[in-house]
């Protein structure tokens, strides 16, 4: 379905709220709305473009920040369910 979708997901760190928009059944944008967790969202900032550019949420991980990583992976995933 289109629209924007939001999930949340979480590690032992916090919590990531990830946003993910889809026109025409791709995805277009994909974004960390809000970072719930103990260390800074800037080492992950690249993810959200390999969500667009892999039009999924397997996102590669991140050396030092894998549990955000895995966070932001759950967030889209819960997105991308809400879409379906």
Request: with cysteine; glycine share 10%.
């Amino acid at each position: 379905a289109d629209g924007r979708f939001t999930g949340w997901g979480s590690c032992r760190h916090g919590q990531i709220l990830a946003a993910v928009v889809i026109t025409g059944g791709r995805i277009v944008s994909a974004e960390i709305t809000q970072c719930r967790t103990r260390y800074s969202c800037s080492w992950i900032d690249k993810l959200p473009q390999q969500v667009v550019e892999r039009q999924s949420e397997e996102v590669d991980a991140v050396s030092g920040a894998t549990e955000s990583a895995d966070a932001f992976y759950g967030a889209v995933a819960e997105a991308l369910k809400q879409a379906r």
